[in-house]
Every structure is written in C-alpha cells, then in structure tokens.
C-alpha cells in the first residue's frame, strides 16, 4: 500500500475555493496530465476520472467500501463563509483529476467510471468566471452597479461643463455621500430592519409573487449599490481634488486629501474580485483599516477646509463653521453607522464539540430567529467569520464549522473556552424565506446550518429540505442527523453521497419543488452547485436563487 501522502492546502473567498501551490506528485493535485512515471508512488494506481472544474477536487464513492482510500473532499463555502464543508456538491464537465488507487480491482474502477460518466457534462469554466459570470451578464448586481455608477457620472459630467454649479461646488460632499451610501449597504443593524421590514410587509398572500421575487432580488444584491457608490465616490474625489488644486488653498488640505483618495482607491482595488478571490484575508485587513483611516482623514479635512480662509491664508477654527455644513453632518452618520455594530462586540463563553475531524459544534447560549446568521472572532481586530445559526428559538443556539482554515482547524484540534462575537446577528437571504408560504431548501454540506432552524422553530414558511452531503453521522455528528430525522420523507430529503453515491441536485431540486408545489427553492452551495440548481429551477419556471459572490 502507498505511503499516506499530505493532502494540500486549499484557500477560499466568498463560496470559491482552491489548491495553493499544488504538488503535482500528489495523488490528490490536480493536473491536466498524469505525472512522469519518475514521479510516480511505486506502488500507486492512477485512474482518470472526469469531474467539473478546473479547480475541482472530489472523490468518486466506489461501490465497495474501503476500495479507494479516504480523502478529504473539496471544500465548499458559501455567504456564511461555510469553507471547509466536506461536501459533494453536484457539478459536472469533462475535466480530469487523479487519485490514488490501492488495492483495487480494475474492475471496481471501470464501475466507479461508467456511473460518473452517466452524468451529463458541462463546458469546463474556472471558478473565477463562476462568481463573476455565474448569473450571466446582466445580473441584478451588475444592473445595481451600472445605475448607481451612471448617475454619479451624469452628474459629475454636468458639474465639470458647469450645467450644475450646486455638484461643482459640492464635489467632496458627493463624494462623502457616496461614501455614506455604500456603509448603509453594509450595516448590518439597518439591513436587518430592512429585511423584517420587508417580510412583513411584503409578505403576504396576496402580494404578487413577482413582486416578492424582484424584492429578493434586490436585497441579495445590494453589494451592487455597495459597489457602485464607491466607484463613484472615487470619481467625485478626484474632480474635487482637481478643482482644489485650482483654487488658492493651502497644502495640507491638498495632503489630506491625496491622502484619502490614496486610501480609497487602495481599498476598492483590495476588493476587486480577483484580489479578493485570492488573498482574502489582505481583502478584510486592507478595507477595514484603509477605511477607518480614511475615515478619520475625512475629519480632518472637513475640519480643515470650513476653517480656511483664503484670503488671509489662515485658520479660523471655530466651531460653528464646519458644524452647520452637510459635509459634517454626512460624516458624523459614516463615523455612527461603521462605530454601531463594533459597540457590540463582546468576549462570550462557548461549548465546542467535534463530531469529526472535519466540523466542530459551537453552542452558544440564547435563542435566535430562523433565518439569522452570525459573526465570531479568535480575536475582534482580526478576521472575523460569518456562519449561519442552528436554533430552536428557546434556550441556545449553535453554529456549524467545517475544518479549512486556520481559524476554524484550530477549533476542532483546540477547542476554545471562549470566542468575540458581535451582539447584532444579520439578516441574509435564508431570512427571505419568510416572505413565501412555501419554498424548498436546498442544502450541500455544512450548507445546512443555516436552514435547520426552519425545521427546528414555528415559522410562517412551509418548507422542504433537501441535504446532500458525505458521511453524515460521521462528519457532521448523531445531533445534526438527529435533528433532520423523525420528519417526513416528502418534507426532508436526505441524501448521504457516502451511501448512496453522487446525485443529480439540480435535478432532486427541481423534482422536490414540483412535488413540494414550491414558490421559490433556496440553495446555499459552492458557485457551480448554486449555479446548477438555480439555472435548472429556472429553466422548469421555478423562481429559484442563490448567494452570490458579494451578497
């Protein structure tokens, strides 16, 4: 038998996850050609077997167990930043993948072979195409961003041919403006009023469910607004910045506010997709300290140009000329809404438990809403990690872990006594739920902490549930099996690839919601699972969505 050999390491970003550095003498790398027979295990078996990505990394169940030796699955996330689920989500093409054979029949290969290549195939496409392109061209997020940014150019190109002198002499404060527009996009204590606001008004049976549809569409996108805004804000400092430049002003304000743009720009370009897809933890840091810093810059400069007096070329700094300017009043609820949610960050005591040595369990005390996710921290100025929350509304709640990262491998080798958590939990799109009467869910994985609590707590949707995921006992735990036991086959479905091999997901999601007379399905994957069963609910007349990229 071939020596163990390490498997390596994957990275991941918003739902999209990938080998670094890949060994290309590993069994489990991956290539488009076999390894020189010089690098080969002596006593290793290869075996061609067609997968989906190029990025892909997944282990066909064989029909007799122990045949081909365990591997660690390829890890899928999602909005929860869920990285490291050991799943077996359904994407196929014709790409190609080794793995290390031992011990085995031909013929129990040939066999592992005949039922992959039952699936249908698709055209190879990279995982950064799939969260850029994976809804198309003319997505919800990318109509957001045009509109936002074509506005902000409309009027800027006004203001510079002088057709508004308002714009003109108000250059930083369009700026500032934006700026205020894209962290409202992202405060997590407005946007779960906004979300309650728009379940309980909108959701009702008489409401069109087109117009419930749209409305979930925009609120998944708002990232679109979010980045549109700060495009935007860019542009208005630099037009700001050069009609400085033309005025008699003196050189600080003209340093402070190179300074932010500097800053600004840096943070926009740390965000760019391929930057974030990455190096993700560069991504946080650089927005959140780039942005605090600019923030405190932005002070400094509002301070700094309502108490310059050109004339004389001095500073007059009372208080009453910068407090009765909108620049001021605009930045003070920047400064509100960014310093809110840090207010309520605060140290808790956890139970962690390890079912396997894939996912941890960490409980924690209180009960919380379906639908409602979380933020924990190792440490509260470093990376922080959204998971979505187990509860049944009463007593605790829980959240589930796979084992990718540093962070959450550390807490299934060194449980922690205690975690930083933030006290606001946001609203997502399982929260939307809520807005229908009856809707399926579709979970792959750790995917499946965040639609638990429907099954687990009263809630105004009549869901069906369908799990796909490998080993469910085994990685996840008897209390996460126990939990989607004693329901009715027609509402949970559960399907353990373990057991039962690879199923056609799109297709189990299309089938459940016709059986289920669903209104939407809700899916929460890796890019190309998401993508899977939203085109296919899509293409049977089933409205049907999935996180995205920047949700």
Not at 177 to 200: D, P, Y
Not at 265 to 284: G, T
Not at 409 to 416: L, Q
Request: hydrophobic letters at 45%; aromatic letters at 10%.
């Amino acid at each position: 038998m071939a020596a163990e050999k390490k498997v390596a390491r994957f990275s991941s970003c918003r739902g999209v996850a990938f080998e670094i550095n890949p060994d290309k003498t590993s069994p489990f790398s991956i290539a488009a050609h076999p390894p020189p027979l010089a690098e080969q295990e002596p006593n290793a078996k290869w075996v061609w077997l067609p997968w989906t990505q190029n990025s892909s990394f997944k282990v066909f169940p064989t029909p007799l167990p122990g045949s081909i030796r365990r591997s660690l699955s390829r890890p899928s996330s999602h909005f929860c930043n869920l990285e490291d689920e050991d799943d077996d989500t359904i994407t196929d093409g014709d790409n190609l993948v080794f793995i290390e054979e031992v011990d085995v029949e031909k013929q129990n290969s040939v066999e592992a072979l005949k039922k992959q290549e039952q699936l249908p195939k698709k055209q190879s496409q990279s995982r950064l195409s799939v969260i850029l392109l994976d809804q198309g061209l003319f997505t919800v997020y990318k109509r957001l961003f045009m509109v936002c940014f074509t506005l902000n150019m409309i009027g800027l190109a006004l203001a510079a041919t002088g057709h508004f002198p308002y714009a003109k002499r108000k250059a930083a404060l369009f700026s500032i403006a934006n700026i205020l527009a894209l962290t409202l996009c992202r405060s997590e204590a407005l946007l779960r009023v906004v979300f309650m606001l728009a379940v309980k008004t909108l959701g009702r049976p008489w409401i069109p469910l087109q117009f419930r549809t749209a409305t979930t569409s925009f609120l998944q996108c708002l990232g679109g607004i979010h980045s549109g805004c700060g495009v935007s804000s860019i542009a208005w400092l630099i037009f700001s910045l050069v009609l400085t430049l033309k005025d008699n002003t003196s050189s600080e304000i003209i340093a402070v506010a190179s300074t932010i743009l500097s800053l600004i720009c840096l943070s926009s370009l740390a965000a760019f997709p391929l930057v974030r897809h990455l190096h993700h933890n560069v991504f946080e840091r650089t927005h959140r300290f780039a942005g605090w810093t600019a923030l405190i810059l932005v002070w400094v400069f509002i301070v700094l140009t309502n108490s310059y007096q050109s004339t004389h070329q001095i500073y007059d700094f009372s208080l009453s000329r910068f407090v009765k300017t909108q620049e001021f009043w605009f930045t003070l609820a920047i400064t509100i809404v960014i310093i809110l949610p840090w207010l309520t960050v605060r140290r808790v005591q956890v139970k962690v438990s390890a079912p396997s040595g894939h996912a941890s369990i960490i409980k924690f005390e209180g009960g919380i809403q379906a639908g409602i996710l979380g933020r924990i921290s190792p440490s509260p100025f470093s990376e922080w990690h959204a998971f979505g929350i187990i509860s049944d509304g009463k007593n605790e709640h829980m959240m589930l872990a796979g084992a990718v990262g540093d962070f959450t491998k550390s807490i299934v080798s060194d449980p922690p006594s205690h975690l930083w958590v933030r006290g606001i939990h946001f609203a997502g799109l399982p929260y939307l739920v809520n807005m229908y009467e009856r809707v399926v869910l579709v979970a792959t994985g750790s995917g499946i902490c965040v639609f638990l609590s429907f099954l687990l707590q009263p809630c105004r949707a009549d869901v069906c549930l369908v799990w796909v995921a490998k080993g469910i006992e085994q990685n996840f735990g008897k209390e996460i099996q126990e939990m989607v036991s004693g329901f009715p086959k027609e509402k949970v479905i559960v399907h353990d690839t373990a057991v039962l091999g690879r199923p056609n997901v799109a297709g189990m999601s299309v089938d459940a919601a016709e059986k289920w007379n669903a209104q939407v399905v809700i899916v929460t994957s890796n890019p190309e699972g998401s993508r899977d069963v939203v085109d296919a609910c899509k293409g049977a007349g089933i409205p049907a969505f999935g996180p995205i990229w920047d949700s």
